[in-house]
């Protein structure tokens, strides 16, 4: 267990940092959490490496999503050699005191910063939603420096940075070591670009402690992340962990001070809709106090259907977001 | 054939009007089209009612979805009495002088104004994406008023509205009479909430003169639909018309200032989602000049997987954004 440990990688000096996102009152971490201890597996066997109180505000470090296997000088020639079982080392398990099954866990990003390179891939036979359209193997190579707020695709095409980790989760009521492509009733390898700095996520705790795991970081992602990968990279980030207790999820949701989001995974992207609808109006029955036939109207006035991501299989994710302006008292 | 008509219905004279979204430089219409004269199929074989140049500004009325069916004082139980065969009455066909079979025309929205009253339903068995979660009808209509800007779903609950057609199509290439449920390359049902004021969308041409038609109007919806129905109106809906040659394009798209848009219908959202997603490289190579796999790893980073609608049977359709800042040289 390695609690205040202020040891970071290299990679991830302070030095390297780019100071991408971050909001204005971003508290002191108590707590500083490295890379020296990932897994990469969802399990409740996998013991923690950190255990904080409710409350506490941990400064983490991630790897990027091959563990070390492809540096900025990598080419797409390296993508034949990857072992796939190194991939999304996961920073953690946190065990947050006072987390029981039933309870949720709710996490509040305050500031993520980019290491200093990230890549994009593609390859045949990989998990793109068109993996089919190509044949050779895809990739790229970025370097980033301080203070960098776009990424240069290529000359004329510039995208601006939106850095978020692609999984965050707690560990399922298993001894079973899960995969973690897919993601599921305890988050994962959502790949939901929503779920970055000024969001807070809520995941149902299946274990004491939620046992919270956080990788796979991600640069920049399109809703979809259609060809199976965003910009990878190493980051840092500043987050607070809460217990709820009273709050009852089935799967994750998230809010920023804009919307309330739901998210179902399922087999088919219909059937993840169709989760996420449901959930939807259990928000709406269950804290706005509306009537469920009121909700499905509402939300087909108001909420957007949104395909996170169509690429981990099995599972695909399709999140539903609500303004919260439609709440407000109106001037 | 009627060019230049000024007769409009009752619930959409101009003391009715709800000057609801219009953009700064709405210009003079060239002609006006009224609802005297609406079809509800999309077929070659429906002759046109008007015939207009290119760069025609064309102020047209559109009735609400089940033609008079229903009104502000209906309730539920009026749904079990409505004639489907009613429903979509459109106004159109406007000929377009000019357009041919492989051209594309494009329709800007500079004005949309609500008529007096919307409605909104879900009913068992119905198209909605929970539709067997519910055994009651359920049915909520509105007044609106002359300037109003939201509608009180309920007491504390209030949507800004964001009128737009839910039905926008050219005549396909046969004489059958096909559905106005399902959208299809044709375009016609997509119910997609971006094709509103301010955006131009491009319909693939696959008859003489296009065959313009529009109706279903929707006071405000969201992505998905899932209930079946947004907030039904009728409206008042001031366009321009352009043909485009050289412009190649398998189905509907979109732009506004801010990003453009493809859409992809098919029997499944995974493989609307796959259209969609193609689409969007055929944008990125034809328009951008990026080679396709690039165009595929930018498409990942950067464009948005959007359900437009899970409601309209047996089509859904998936439209993909990708952001314009993204070509523009930063300073």
Partial sequence: MIIGCTTVPDEMTQSSMVPETSVAT?????????????HNKFSRAIPPVLRVPP??????????????QLNVNSTAADLAK??????????????????????VLAVT?????????GWNAHRPGGSGLLADDFHEPYLKTWSFSPGQTHVEFEPGISIPLQPFPGVVGVAPDTDEMLSTIPPRANGGNM?????????TVYLPVFVEGALLSI??????????????TAIEAPMRI??????????????????????????????????????ASRYMLDYLENEHGM????????????????????VDMPHYLVSMHIPKEIFKKRQ
């Fill in 82 to 103: 990857l072992d796939f079982n190194l991939i999304h080392p996961l920073t953690g398990p946190i065990h947050v005191e006072g987390a029981m099954p039933g309870d």
């Fill in 26 to 38: 971003t508290p002191e971490p108590d707590f500083v959490l490295d890379t020296s201890n990932t």
């Fill in 215 to 228: 990788g796979d970081t991600h640069a920049v992602q399109g809703d979809g992340e259609i060809c199976g």
């Fill in 291 to 310: 009537a469920r036939e009121d909700a499905y109207a509402l939300a087909s006035l108001a909420g957007d259907l949104k395909i996170s991501e169509a």
């Fill in 109 to 117: 990003f305050h500031e993520i910063e980019l290491g200093n390179w």
């Fill in 191 to 199: 790949d939901n670009k929503y779920i970055g700095v000024g969001t």
């Fill in 238 to 275: 500043v987050l607070e962990v809460h217990v709820v207790k009273g709050k009852s999820i089935l799967e994750p949701q998230y809010e920023t001070d804009d919307y309330y989001a739901v998210t179902g995974f399922a087999e088919t992207i219909h059937e993840a809709a169709r989760k």
């Fill in 55 to 68: 409350g506490a505000v941990v400064e983490l470090f991630t790897k990027e999503a091959t563990d070390g």
